[in-house]
């Protein structure tokens, strides 16, 4: 059996050395090669002044070997230890470009609402109305962008809270007007630059009209029937001071809460309320009782005018029917006694008769002359 020889020889499984690790000796020869870097040297601590190779290589990845008290990134603050890593200026300079990118992107990207309106101005100046959907404009501040709600119906209360709000009638009453008024934006562009306190004006100027109106409206009206008219007026009045302003404001319409007098004077307001009204009643009343005279008035005139038209055309039948007519209404109530011509004996025994009783009216009136009527007749 042939030996191998040459590069083909296995080594001795025992041999005489000591084999070393993977970072050569066993550490307790300084200078029999390379070192290893986790082994204590000799005495248990480390020479003062002289470094590991862990310490070296925790240098070199930290930066390009500098000396103690150097930064991470060496003297220039730079992370040149390690390949392709960026230096402090050009981070700053990523930062600023991804926060430049962010504020483009915020700026001129605008998503308006189908019940929105967007205003841009160009360095304050302005250029147009954005419609609802995505939009894009330049960045600020280049371009600005005021969103503007045109569709909400926006209410102002007058008075503002639980307050009262007085206001002069036209014959110098007092009452305690509560009202509200609703608006919305009907032009954004004027809405945006003509006024620089929307609400206050709108207020301003529904008050004035309200007061103008009431002015010119009596206490009766205020407080009954006249409050639709009041309440038309009103928005006319106002919307005729917003437009001649160019505010850009609609006025959707105004409503009347509460038309009454004030609360210190409630009792005695009620009392003159009462007082007017029994008047009301009584003017009412002579009105109607009037109108039942002139109306019987008219009637017997009207009777009379047929009874003269008769009478021209026959006098004589018409004057003996007139006496038949009135004898028979004044005998109507009368005791009388009616003796036919013909047949009449010489002697009629009146006494035997039974007198027909007097009415009531004529017994209570006349006492005295039913008694001489009645002992004629004995006679």
């Known amino acids: 059996m042939r030996k191998l020889t040459g590069r083909f020889q296995r080594p001795p499984i025992l041999a005489a050395n000591t084999p070393k690790g993977p970072w050569g000796g066993s550490g307790e020869d300084p200078d029999g090669g390379p070192r290893n870097p986790w082994a204590v040297p000799p005495g248990g601590r480390k020479a003062p002044g002289k470094s590991t190779a862990l310490d070296e290589f925790i240098r070199k990845a930290r930066g390009s070997g500098g000396g103690p008290g150097e930064g991470p990134g060496g003297p220039g603050g730079s992370f040149g230890g390690i390949p392709g890593a960026p230096g402090g200026r050009t981070l700053w300079a990523i930062g600023a470009a991804i926060l430049i990118g962010i504020w483009v992107l915020y700026t001129s990207i605008h998503p308006i609402g189908p019940q929105q309106r967007g205003v841009v101005t160009y ?178 005139a009207a009777q009379f005018d047929k009874v003269y038209e008769q009478y021209r055309l026959a006098p004589e039948v018409t004057r003996r029917r007139m006496y038949y007519e009135t004898m028979e209404a004044v005998l109507a109530k009368s005791d009388k006694t009616i003796v036919e011509t013909p047949g009449v004996v010489p002697y009629l025994p009146l006494s035997k008769g039974q007198a027909k009783p007097l009415p009531p009216e004529i017994t209570a009136t006349a006492p005295s002359a039913t008694a001489g009527t009645a002992q004629g007749g004995g006679q």
């Open 123 to 300: 360095f304050g100046r302005y250029t147009g109305i954005l419609d609802p959907g995505i939009q894009i404009t330049a960045p600020a501040p280049i371009a600005s962008v005021r969103v503007l709600d045109v569709q909400k119906i926006r209410t102002e209360n007058f008075p503002e809270g639980s307050g009262e709000n007085l206001v002069l009638t036209s014959d110098q009453n007092i009452i305690d007007l509560t009202y509200s008024v609703r608006w919305d934006i009907a032009n954004p562009r004027d809405y945006a630059f003509r006024l620089a306190q929307p609400q206050e004006t709108v207020r301003a100027a529904a008050e004035s009209a309200m007061r103008a109106v009431i002015a010119d409206t009596s206490l009766d009206q205020a407080l009954g029937s006249g409050r639709t008219g009041i309440e038309q007026k009103v928005q006319e009045l106002t919307q005729a001071i917003l437009n001649e302003y160019r505010s850009g404001v609609r006025i959707q319409g105004v409503a009347i809460k509460q038309a009454a007098p004030p609360q210190q004077i409630v009792d005695d307001f009620n009392k003159v309320t009462v007082a007017q009204q029994r008047a009301v009643a009584d003017v009412n009343q002579a009105r109607s009782y009037a109108q039942q005279v002139v109306a019987r008035a008219q009637g017997e």
